[in-house]
């Protein structure tokens, strides 16, 4: 059988040709999910690609949540659905409190583009499972608001049950405890600041494939299961 | 009380303030007998902004009609000159459309802003020819890096284009950031975009079909850019005074990126006759533009334009340039098709009036017609101005001044460093970091490469595939066109058409910013006349057309105009992207090659430049031919797979290209030079490239050189952790490193 990714489009998401090309190039089925629809179209996992989502007016993510196909999706990923949000989609996802913590403005007051240096803390991840642990890969990250935030304890639960996915070597941004991507505590739930769907193809984008992992990743766990 | 044609007939010598308008006695009288009466007050605003230098090309058009008269044959054009954007073929069945045009005295007033809605603007051009953008680039020009208002203008323009570009989705693969003093009160921004269509897709700016409907979508009018119309409202018609207005733009990029996407929904569904962008002059030089081109004739209702402020005037509404704005001519059969795409994407959509076969556009404000006119007579027969042109008076002092009177340098190291840590040499990343390069995934090559490459065959879902892609590259140089502007703007064309050429792609067509001081001072007006020859002279040579462009005239302060500055950029194919060159040293154990002669040439040199603020004598050679040779031989270098890298030689010559080339990848070489040093790595000789090849393919190179009869020489060989110019300097490309990076973030933080 072939593994469906639904791919989100929210007015002004940026990323989901991106995402929707990557997840064709694993063999993988890219779904389009509408965000006015409250329909998930019964995929395996999801995709919340990057962008500037209602233009970021407000607070990033603040007004996709309440796009009709996110009361579709928060519920089903509290059940175990594999949701994997990049920069806006991880915006959203905490947001959407599937994650905790927050994104807020670079600690250079610059919006950053750069390809990043990056360690793989756990494949314990539908998302990350392709990866060793400990693995230094390279992502582009191109975000003005990605410096990650959270209470002391928090943090300290987060490190504590290894919820921290990503960490960023050369932090970019000021994210605290270097974090670039978490995961919720069940791990089906992953937020990453840096762009998998850059890093996939060696004539384009980034000079590394190192996305392709997340996106091996998730083939492998929907096949698999 | 609302100026109505009646009215205006009843009263003929009512004054205007066409003066206030910038417009001329005798332009005023011209429109009083085209009309055969005095104007109404939104006549007026429509004639007034359609005849103004920037929407009528008054001063320019008698020069720029060369780059028609002199134009080479090419296949590949499309669409030429007088539409939103030309349009050139680039094979199996796709075209690409592009086109640069200046923001500059907005971005002055209000960086942010003024840089932000240039790229908007720029990008509507191009969505406007039934295209899909797909990346933009950014020629920009400061004042001194060290002067006080370059830290006001420069992070605002930065940031103006990041915010906007950025949120829009398109990768911005290049550009220049040049610097000099000249530049001060008077920042250059040009924007240039690019989009990709099928051949049989072009839209164009046409209002056929009597019955047809005008719709207006996208963001409601706003009192945007409307200093002028202000004036008339406020100051004619015992209006409420209205407060000062921001004459500034403000850009929303989320609602342009609604329309992007709306707009190729609507492409696709074939609902769409006619389109135009609102831009400068807004509804005025939509309906005008519109109208002229199509049946002839149209009416609107301006009372149904949606508005951001109820408060506005007629004439106000008719001269904003509220942002995000497009006008469509839709078949009355497919108004629902029409409005629900706009419904599916958020974008307000509203049918304004409908074409006529009447001759005369019509527009009514509360039921009484206000605007009476043929709509040819704003949009296409403004006055034309030959002005009076008069050779500088120190220009033969300034060409006398030649640059052989400076001391050479003892320490070519010292010079090396200097050079690359000066800021138009310097690295621009601190610029270039804040702009998204790999939104869409399909930027094969950018910033710092010399030019920016995109792959074509994955831009549009279900389009056939292609091995092309495409190649852009602007250039322009300020002070080789103050010493000579005929040179200097065919400098700029051959230094673009190189940039596009090292990476592997064919150069196509072009596109032009020019970029100078007031069209009234005859001084000026001869730099422009000079740079408008040798660039359609140089396009003819070099056999790429000129399918568009934008004039700024007016750079100047007080009688301080800034250097000539014709930016141009060259759009080139390359037939499978697979085969684009990198710039500079990839790997070790590489043959490194100087393609191309080089003399002591030293007038408006970077060295001359920084080491001693000199400018004087005359600019490189533009050797045309020589261009044209070298190009030939590395795209056909490139499509054999010979060439592992490249790179132009351009400002700061072979020293500063040898060191771009060793920051690539952070790969050193060894070189050695046979003539005289100093002149052999910092000459700017023209019609030059460095180039890396395998040692076992190396003959075949020299071979495909020869046959184009290019010169190629061996300089030496990639590999080590130090750039070595054997007995002359060696330094380490940690060295480099440093210098080159640390110049911008240690002046703008």
Known sequence: MSARVGIVTFPGTLDDQDAARAVRLVGAEAVPLWHADHDLKGVDAVFLPGGFSYGDYLRCGAISRFAPLMRELVPAARQGLPVLGTCNGFQILCEAHLLPGALTRNASLHYVCRDQRLKVETTATPWTNAFAAGQEIVLPIKHGEGRYVASADTLAALEANGQVVVRYLGNPNGSLNDIAGIRNEAGNVVGLMPHPEHAVEDLVGAPSTDGLGFFTSILKKLVDA | MTDNVERAAGTPDEPMPFAELGMKQDEYDRVKEILGRRPTGSELAIYSVMWSEHCSYKSSKVHLKQFATKAPKSDALLVGMGENAGVVDIGDGWAATFKIESHNHPS??????????????????????????????????????????????????????????????LP???????????YIGNPL?????????????????????????????????????????????????????????????????????????CCLELYAADVVVGIQDLGA?????????LAAKGTGG?????????????????????????????????RPSDIPAFTAICEKWDVPATVIGEVTDTGRLVMTWDGEVIVDIPPGTAADDGPVYERPLREPAGQAALNA?????????????????????????????WVTSQY????????????????????????????????RGIALATDGNGRYAKLDPYAGAQLALAEAYRNVAVTGARPLAVTNCLNFGSPEDPEVMWQFAEAVRGLADACRTLGVPVTGGNVSFYNQTGATAIHPTPVVGVLGVIDDVARRVPTGFTTEGLRVALLGETAAEFGGSEWAHVAHGHLGGLPPQADLEAERSLAAV??????????????????????????????????????????????GLFSESAARALVTVRPEAFDRFAKLCADHEVPCYGLGATGGASLVVEGVLEVTVAELRETHAGTLPALFG
């Open chain 2, 189 to 261: 921004v040009n924007a240039l975009c690019v989009g990709l269509l099928r051949k049989d897709q072009i839209k164009l700016a046409t209002a056929p079909g009597p019955g047809n409907k005008v719709v207006l979508f996208g963001a409601s009018t706003g009192p945007d850019g409307i200093g002028g119309a202000s004036v008339l409202a406020s100051a004619t018609f015992e209006d409420e005074s209205q407060a000062k207005r921001p004459a500034v733009q403000v850009g929303d990029p989320f609602m342009e990126k609604l329309l992007i996407e």
């Open chain 2, 634 to 679: 590395l795209v056909s270098a490139a499509a054999e797979g010979l060439l592992e890298g490249s790179h132009d030689l351009s400002d700061g010559g072979l020293a500063v290209a040898l060191a771009e080339s060793c920051l690539a990848r952070g790969v050193g070489a060894s070189v050695s030079l046979t003539d005289d040093a100093f002149t």
């Open chain 2, 298 to 330: 149209m009416s609107v209702d301006l009372n149904l334009v949606p508005l951001r402020d109820p408060s506005l005037r007629p004439e106000e509404i008719l001269m904003s340039e509220s942002q995000e704005r497009m006008m469509a001519v839709v």
């Open chain 2, 401 to 429: 001044d030649v640059p052989d009177r400076l001391d050479r340098p003892a320490d070519l190291r010292a010079t090396l460093l200097e050079l690359l840590g000066s800021p138009n040499l310097a690295s621009k990343e």
């Open chain 2, 108 to 169: 002055y007033v209000e960086p942010h802003q003024g840089a932000a809605t240039g790229v908007g603007g720029i990008v509507r051009d191009i969505m406007s020819m039934g295209a899909r953008p797909i990346a933009v680039m950014d020629a920009l020009r400061f004042g001194g890096a060290d002067q006080n208002d370059t830290r006001r203008v420069l992070p605002g323009v930065v940031e103006g284009i990041s915010s906007y570009g950025n949120c829009l989705g």
């Open chain 2, 172 to 182: 911005n693969i290049g550009g220049e950031v040049v610097f000099d003093p000249c």
């Open chain 2, 436 to 467: 998204d390069r790999y939104v869409r995934s399909n930027t094969v090559l950018a910033q710092p490469a010399d030019a920016g490459m995109l792959r074509v065959s994955e831009v549009m879902a279900g389009a056939e595939p292609t091995t």
């Open chain 2, 281 to 289: 002059a807004g509804v005025s030089c939509a309906t005008t533009e």
